[in-house]
């Protein structure tokens, strides 16, 4: 089964709107991160997360080991937002492997 | 933005072909990593290396699929007969360690025919 579900699949959002996304984990994750991938394929590390909290602009995200989840919230959506969203998880019993969400996209309408 | 560097952008090879494709990793960074991205966006960690030496591999790595990442050359991954099933994005990452922030290239598209 899925070591990492990503929650929702697709998102559409009005500009300047709120939303999180969401993962939870069937392995025992360790650190967490965030990247957001542009339509030709780079991937942009967001958050790097070890239980606990970050922010960073509009973007705020937290990860908790014991209820094994991590959430990314987005404030104050912009166009330049839109793109796919993946979570992935370093698991204790693979140490720096990561495993991905399936991704969330995200499509910021004017 | 990230710092590693990744070459060609698009590989189109036929089936039973080589492929091969490049990496340099952001500067002051040992760990590389890389990873397959299908269609589904599903992500497999495929090799990862410290300096020179391999970490980790998977099984399928072992197989068709061959990487090094040779002192003050570009880290490489070449797929010694390419297959239908390989035609995905090939994603190369760098970090300070391990277990550290992970930064991805912009990968390499392989379509084969």
């Known amino acids: 089964g899925d070591k990492v579900k990503q929650s929702p699949s697709a998102l559409s959002l009005q500009e300047g709107t709120n939303s999180a996304l969401r993962c939870n984990f069937s392995i025992a994750a360790t650190t967490v991160q965030w990247f957001l991938q542009n339509p030709r394929g780079s991937l942009m590390n967001l958050f790097y997360?070890?239980?606990g909290t970050k922010e960073n602009g509009r973007l705020k995200s937290a990860f908790d080991s014991k209820e094994s989840y991590s959430t990314l919230h987005i404030r104050d959506a912009q166009l330049e937002d839109s793109g796919t969203y993946f979570c992935a998880a370093e698991a204790r019993s693979n140490y720096n492997v990561l495993y991905f969400g399936s991704g969330t996209k995200l499509t910021v309408e004017p | 933005n990230s710092k590693v560097i990744q070459t060609p952008r698009y590989l189109v090879k036929g089936q039973g072909q080589k492929a091969k494709m490049r990496c340099i990793p952001e500067?002051?960074?040992?760990?590389v990593f890389w990873y397959q991205q299908n269609k589904n966006n599903e992500f497999k960690f495929l090799i990862n290396f410290q300096n020179q030496e391999v970490l980790q591999q998977i099984d399928m790595t072992e197989k068709r699929f061959s990487a090094e990442c040779p002192s003050n050359s570009p880290c490489s991954l070449e797929i010694q007969s390419s297959e239908a099933g390989d035609s995905a994005l090939y994603l190369c990452?760098?970090?300070?360690?391990?277990?550290?922030?992970?930064?991805f290239g912009h990968g390499t598209k392989l379509s084969v025919l």
């Open positions: 990452a760098s970090s300070l360690a391990g277990n550290e922030r992970l930064f």
């Open positions: 997360l070890v239980p």
């Open positions: 500067k002051g960074h040992p760990v």
